[in-house]
Structures are given as C-alpha cells and as structure tokens.
C-alpha cells in the first residue's frame, strides 16, 4: 500500500485490539493461570493486521513502532537483568541474609509495616529509584516479613508504596524529571506541587498500615521458628557482621551523588563478589553460579531455604520477555495511532479543570494497561493533553502532576507493565497479590482528583498563587 493511503484508525478500529486483549487476557490468566505474554503477543499480531489491512501502514513502519518503543525502555530492561544479578550475588555473600538476620533483631510485627513503608521512602527519594529500592531493601524486608508470619502481598504493598513515593518526588527520579520536560515546566516548581498531593496520601497510608499493623501485635509469634531462621543464617555464612551493609549503602551513595543507575548497580556487584569470595569464603564458580542462575540454599530448614533461593541473571528473563511483549504492542498502538484516536473521543467529553485532569489520568492509566510501560503513559498523554491545558489556561505543573499522580503511580499495579513484571520478578509476589494494598498507589490518584474537585491547589498560567475555580 502506498503512503497516500495511510489514515487515522476510528474509535471502532482502535477498540477491538485492546477489547481483545481484555478479554483474552482475563480469560487465560483467570481461567488456565497462564502468564500475559501470549495474549500480549496475539493482541499485537491482531493490531498489526488492522494497521497493514485496514489503515495502510506497511510491515516496515509497524516494525519501526515496535523497535523505537523497545529502545526507549532498553535501560529498563538492563536494570532488570542487573538486579537479578545482584540479588544472586547479595544472598551468596551474605549481604541479604545480614539485613535478614538483624532486622529480625529490630524490627516488630506492629511496626513493621509502617517502618518498611518509611524506610524504602526514605531510601527511594535518596536515590530516586524505586527499582533499586525494591530488588535490595525491598528483598531483604520481605524476608523479614515472612519470617513475622505478615501475609507477603501486604509486606510487597508496603514495601512498593514507599519506594514509589520517594521515585515520585526525588529530583533523581527520572520519571520525575520527564513529567515536567513533558508539560514545560520546570523540576522543582513539579516537585512542589507534587507534594500537596502526596504528602496527605502517605499520611493516610502511614494510618492505614498502624491500624493493620496492630492486628499482629498482639499474636503469639513462633519466637522459635525466627530464632531457627536467625541461628540457620549464622550456620550458613561465615559472617553476617554489618561491614556487609557497606554494599547497599555504597549503591545508595552512588545514586545520591548522582552516579547513573547502571554503573552503579556493576559496582554493587562487584563489591558483592569481594564480599562473597573474603568474607565467606565462596569460590569464585560459585558466585559465577549465583549470578546465573541465581543462590540455592540447602539448609534443611524450609523456611530458610524460600527466603534465599531466588536471583540470578535467569529469573529475570521471564520479566524481560514479558517487558518486550508489552512494548511490542504498545509500539503498535502509538505508531498507528490508536491510543490518540480514543483518547480524543475522551478529551470531547472532558468538561472544565477537573474534566481535563481525570481525562489525563485515565489516558496514562489506559497506557500503561495497553502500551506496558510507565515512561509512554508520561510521554504520550503529555504530548497529547499539552495544548489542551493551555486552552484553558492551566500551568504546565497542572498536567505534570497528573501525569507522575497517574502514570507513574499506577504502572506498578498492572502485571504486565515493566515495573509490575520487575516488582513481581524480583520479589516473587505477583501483582494480584500486592496491588489491593499497594495503598500509596492507589489512594494518591484520588487524592490529587479530590484537590481539584474541591478547586484546591489549581495554577493558572502566569499566575503566581493557586486560583480556586
């Protein structure tokens, strides 16, 4: 077909790959427990013979729309393969275990949600990533929580809200550097008026996590199993003295000062290895088989044995794969432009200030259900909601608010997206499991619509204080 030939696809043409998918999607993961990869694979197939037969496109253009949308999230999928390694190489030396072993010492079943919450909050707007934040003291905290017999969905939502609250406001974060480089404006001035959404959703979060944390206060713990779990951990390491410690903090410190991800990352590993190698005396095959295919622990205590067999360059490929499925046919759809001829049908619809942000934050949610990845469900409703705002006058920091309050929020809670493929990868809780008490991510979205709803906090263009409409 020629080029001349090539049209937009109708509201019609752009439902029926993504009716599709919900359908068939639901229908293998509740029906057979199957994973999302082939249902993302026939969904991407199916939207590309509507784009070659209905729309015009030729294979090379649909090609290039998947290609374009791999790369942009190709430093994702690096990250994702680093982590893995990590973890394998953390556990063999003795890094996790030793966050392990004496958090068991510190921490308690009553505060132990709340202070996960605020430690991985902490840790993730120090760094401003919420991965690295969840593949380390995530991993380690969720050990803990199993070890406190607290339900491992309610831990991994404790553990996802803190570390997406500091990415969301962290100047490192680069999700929350794109948002404000999407809208035109600039970093801080987003920052700040993230905050007046955010800061109230972890409040209630840190409210609702005391409340369910008092329900274990007062149970009778196996004192006995966590005490097996701490004298098997000493049995199993030479040392869990806390100069281990020394590689997370190295990899926090390197973020701060702004070191990249990636190079930081290497250089936790390798710090794992000379840990692994002096301090516990592994030889090197060993630690090259942790990195692989991840540690495999033999102690005989069950327990003991699911919290530290896991990682490895192995585990992760599931994820991976699972990342390029959903980039595939997001690629698919941005190319071709279905996503932008529903979100126009929303946009029509959108009426006033509170219109126009609820339409922005369901377009990013909707990316992220159909492209997959949390950087298009930025990208794409900013490019697509820019002038809408300034119509109506709004400041830039109006739509990168939504933006980071939706796209950035709620990736985490869709399994197929990168970031719920990695959380779900990395500590083996599926995303069913988490996502009802992932409370952050769920209950800020609501709390930013509220504001508006309620004319709170609203920036008109060249304004210097919030007009309430």
């Given at each position: ?131 690295s934040t969840i593949g380390t ?268 309050d939706s796209g950035t929020l ?60």
């Amino acid at each position: 077909m020629s080029k001349k030939e090539v049209r937009n696809a109708t509201l019609v043409e752009s439902l029926i790959p993504i009716s599709f998918m919900a359908i068939f999607l639901s229908f293998c993961i509740f029906k057979y427990g199957a994973s999302p990869h082939i249902p993302l694979i026939v969904t991407t197939i199916i939207a590309s013979l509507i784009a070659v037969f209905r729309l015009g496109y030729s294979w090379e253009v649909i090609e290039q729309g998947m290609f374009e949308t791999i790369i942009s999230a190709m430093q994702a999928i690096l990250i994702t393969i680093l982590i893995g390694i990590l973890i394998g190489v953390w556990i063999v030396s003795g890094v996790v275990p030793c966050m392990i072993y004496w958090g068991l010492k510190i921490i308690s079943p009553n505060i132990f949600l709340v202070a996960s919450l605020l430690a991985c909050a902490i840790i993730s707007i120090s760094t401003g990533s919420s991965w690295s934040t969840i593949g380390t003291i995530g991993v380690a905290l969720l050990g803990i929580a199993q070890s406190l017999e607290i339900p491992v969905g309610l831990a991994a939502g404790a553990i996802i809200s803190g570390a997406y609250f500091g990415d969301k406001l962290s100047p490192l974060s680069e999700t929350t550097n794109l948002a404000p480089a999407v809208s035109g404006t600039d970093l801080f001035s987003h920052i700040k008026y993230m905050t007046y959404s955010t800061i109230p959703s972890l409040i209630i979060c840190i409210i609702i996590y005391g409340v369910i944390g008092l329900r274990y206060s007062g149970r009778n713990l196996d004192i006995e199993n966590i005490l097996l779990v701490q004298e098997t951990l000493k049995l199993t390491f030479n040392t869990l003295s806390p100069v281990l410690l020394i590689a997370p903090i190295f990899v926090i410190s390197l973020v701060i000062f702004k070191i990249p991800a990636i190079p930081g990352l290497v250089g936790g590993i390798l710090i794992g290895v000379l840990f692994a190698v002096t301090l516990q005396g592994v030889d090197l095959g060993s630690v090259l088989s942790a990195a692989q295919n991840g540690y495999v622990a033999k102690t005989g205590v069950q327990a003991v044995e699911e919290l530290l067999s896991k990682g490895g360059l192995s585990s992760m490929m599931s994820t991976i794969s699972l990342i390029l499925c959903a980039l595939s046919l997001g690629g698919v759809l941005e190319k071709t432009g279905m996503l932008k001829s529903i979100a126009e049908v929303l946009l029509k619809r959108a009426k006033g200030v509170f219109g126009t942000v609820a339409c922005t934050m369901l377009t990013c949610l909707f990316t992220n259900i159909i492209a997959g990845e949390q950087y298009l469900a930025i990208v794409i409703p900013g490019k697509m909601y820019k002038s809408e705002f300034e119509k109506k006058g709004l400041d830039p920091v109006m739509l990168s608010r939504a933006l980071e309050d939706s796209g950035t929020l709620t990736s985490v809670l869709v399994p197929w997206t990168s970031c719920g493929a990695y959380v779900a990868g990395v500590l083996g809780v599926s995303a069913f499991t988490y996502a009802p008490f992932t409370f952050l991510n769920i209950i800020n979205p609501f709390v930013s619509l509220i504001m508006i709803a309620f004319g709170i906090k609203i920036v008109r263009t060249n304004s210097n204080k919030e007009e309430i409409v």
